[in-house]
């Protein structure tokens, strides 16, 4: 017979779309990795998902398992044949759990020893049979970020499961799972259709359609895309999309159908970020633009249903609307009433970290620390009164009224308030920023007070959270301090500021935790805690350009050095690695790393010492390049840095060739060791070069 398309769809009430694509992408890998591990053939897998289902189809799948030879290893000879050459009970109660009799056991060498082997013929069950007991399995392993029971089951799911198709072509496979059995029967749109039978796999989108159900996730979002496009013509409107939201309305609706409504032209004196928000955050609604990007007194709502009195929706929706902005007019409103200085005055009132005080305290420490940054960079008088200036009120909208109800308008309602408030252009801009980056592939701040909070800010939250021990573990990161800490690494490796160390910078956290009174565990262990996690983080940043795990491991146990250096250390290493030379230099530096390791540490040189040519050609070589790299190291001159070392591999050769290191002498050993020595620390600022490998 042919391969026939396995179809299973989870009915469900509706799920909150922002669990659907990973609810979906769980579903795949658990149900192909189930057949693979049954040795069930297949083809590819298709997904499909609406609010109230979760679907995967599976193409060609095998009718039953193939049949197989098996070969068992049982016991040795030794214990399998006894001292009349006959089976032993060892090899017939081995034979009888294989199910068969010592007639068919035989024995064979294997690493060189003799064992009893029984061969057997294992007949591949049917296909059907198969997922009637497996699929149970693969269900009930899927997991979420929040679930529920209902009834009297023990069963968690996503939402409480209403139906379930099983159908292998045109088959029914019955199982039965969270107290229903599956069927050949769907349900469509929950007002537009009906209960709906599937003939066959094959024909599942086709018979949803029918029943108003666009199941395909892609051609629903085209869809959408397609309606705001023809609003847009329509109206000689913009419609901005924004991604995340078109991505959760697809997975809001089963049937959409766009509509515009409209809103009081007087509510457009609020600033255009509230109305966004508000549309897009309370309402799931697009905003609406003219030519010129200037926000209208319109909006766009998809609706999960037909165009039937789309009057009545639109009106509808209108008054949702409005009394979401009349909220958002009087927060507004209420905030001018508010001081920036009792605003910040509120923030000590507000827990930071439970144990680690107020955003008060952590504003506190911000503003130290940018104090004592500003000195280690001899920024100019304004851009240190700027910064300053910003760090004292950096979070003070967090106390306002909006920010409480729209907390993803920390920042930006910061510089509103500012400029209104007659605070410099500069300080304003600097209060939105050291909120960026948000989220990965964000932007990074702009200007140079906005960098340098956002860099602390984040900074201090990660030290502050170690201290106390708070570290994500697995998949829970509830303080967000991974984002926290990427957003430093992209801080600095975008920044100007190329002395900024992540080791400097937790010196410098820890020291104001310490003097604030505030640090709870010893430095020196949450400093190396600290490295280890942000160690995880740089080698994300390195394996995200594309770098050889080698050379990640390369760089990441050396010294301590700026994200933005460990990045040009990388490239010139991935140029380097190209080069036919470039093996001899690592073999070099590697095999003095590996002598250097047999010294006693802190061994010195004594030039009196130096007999050979080649001694002293080294020692020169070493002082020399030793000079050249510290300047480039300087000016993070990677390649730079790379030449002035590179220059040591043909002298280091010689050394070896001329030289015997472990001398019987102690004295002459320890002092070609000390040579080694130096070597090994002067390289080691670059890379950990030994860790380099190169294919035999």
Not at 414 to 427: L, R, W
Request: aromatic share 8%.
């Amino acid at each position: 017979m042919p391969n026939r398309d396995w179809l299973l769809e989870i009915g469900v009430e509706e799920m909150p779309a922002r669990f659907v694509p990973d609810s979906l992408t769980q579903l795949e890998e658990k149900m192909l990795h189930w057949l693979d591990e049954n040795h069930i053939a297949h083809g590819v897998a298709e997904t499909f998902a609406t609010p109230r289902r979760l679907t995967i189809r599976v193409r060609d799948v095998v009718e039953g398992q193939a049949d197989v030879e098996e070969e068992v290893r049982g016991p040795a000879k030794r214990i399998a044949v006894g001292a009349d050459g006959g089976w032993s009970k060892a090899a017939v109660g081995f034979a009888r759990k294989q199910g068969l009799t010592t007639a068919d056991l035989v024995l064979e060498e294997y690493k060189g020893e003799t064992y009893v082997f029984a061969r057997r013929h294992v007949k591949g069950r049917a296909t059907v049979e198969l997922l009637k007991e497996g699929v149970p399995e693969v269900l009930s392993a899927l997991t979420f970020p929040k679930s529920m029971r209902w009834g009297n089951r023990r069963l968690r799911f996503i939402r409480p499961v209403r139906w379930l198709v099983g159908l292998f072509g045109e088959e029914v496979v019955p199982f039965t799972w969270a107290g229903v059995t599956a069927d050949k029967v769907t349900r469509g749109h929950r007002f537009l259709g009906a209960e709906a039978t599937i003939p066959v796999a094959e024909q599942y989108e086709d018979i949803l359609k029918e029943q108003a159900v666009v199941v395909d996730i892609e051609a629903r979002r085209a869809d959408i895309r397609s309606q705001l496009a023809r609003l847009e013509k329509e109206k000689g409107w913009q419609i901005p999309i924004d991604g995340d939201l078109l991505e959760e309305v697809t997975h809001l609706v089963e049937f959409p159908t766009a509509l515009s409504g409209s809103f009081d032209e007087a509510y457009l004196e609020l600033p255009a970020s509230v109305l966004i928000t508000t549309m897009r955050e309370h309402q799931r609604y697009f905003p609406v633009e003219d030519a010129n990007g200037k926000l209208l007194p319109f909006f766009i709502t998809v609706r999960n249903g037909d165009e039937c009195s789309l009057g009545k929706v639109a009106k509808g929706n209108e008054k949702v609307l409005s009394a979401r902005l009349a909220d958002a007019r009087f927060f507004f409103e209420e905030d001018q009433k508010l001081s920036i200085e009792k605003a910040v005055e509120k923030l000590n009132n507000v827990i930071f970290f439970e144990g680690l005080g107020t955003i008060g305290d952590h504003v506190h420490r911000i503003r130290a620390l940018a104090e004592t940054l500003a000195d280690r960079l001899e920024l100019e008088d304004g851009e240190r009164k700027t910064l300053l200036r910003a760090a004292d009120i950096c979070k003070f909208d967090i106390s306002t009224y909006m920010v409480n109800e729209f907390p993803e308008l920390s920042g930006v309602m910061g510089q509103v308030y500012a400029k209104q408030a007659g605070e410099s252009e500069d300080v304003a801009e600097a209060i939105e920023e050291h909120y960026y980056p948000r989220f990965a592939n964000d932007r990074s701040p702009k200007g140079s007070a906005g960098t340098l909070i956002s860099l602390l800010d984040k900074l201090d939250g990660v030290v502050a959270a170690f201290s106390l021990g708070i570290q994500p573990t697995g998949s829970q990161d509830p303080y967000s301090l991974r984002r926290r800490a990427a957003g430093v690494i992209q801080i600095l490796a975008d920044s100007t500021w190329k002395s900024l160390t992540l080791s400097t910078l937790f010196d410098l956290a820890l020291d104001q935790l310490t003097e604030d009174g505030w640090l709870k565990r010893p430095a020196d262990e949450v400093k190396d805690e600290l490295t280890a996690f942000f160690d995880l983080r740089l080698k994300a940043l390195l394996q995200e350009e594309g770098i050889r795990y080698d050379i990640i491991d390369a760089l990441l146990t050396g010294e301590s050095t700026t994200p933005s250096l460990m990045l040009d250390k990388a490239r010139v290493l991935v140029r380097e690695v190209e080069k036919d030379e470039f093996k001899q230099v690592v073999e070099g530096f590697s095999r003095a790393a590996n002598l250097a390791d047999k010294g006693e540490p802190g061994l010195t040189i004594n030039r009196d010492l130096l007999e050979a040519w080649a001694e002293r050609e080294l020692l020169a070589t070493i002082g020399n390049a030793g000079e050249a790299f510290t300047k480039a190291e300087a000016r993070q001159d990677a390649q730079g840095m790379y030449d002035e070392i590179s220059k040591l591999a043909p002298v280091i050769h010689r050394f070896f060739d001329d030289v015997l290191v472990m001398d019987e002498n102690v004295a002459n050993r320890n002092n070609r060791l000390a040579l080694l020595q130096q070597i090994d620390a002067l390289v080691s600022r670059f890379a950990l070069f030994k860790k380099i490998v190169f294919a035999s």
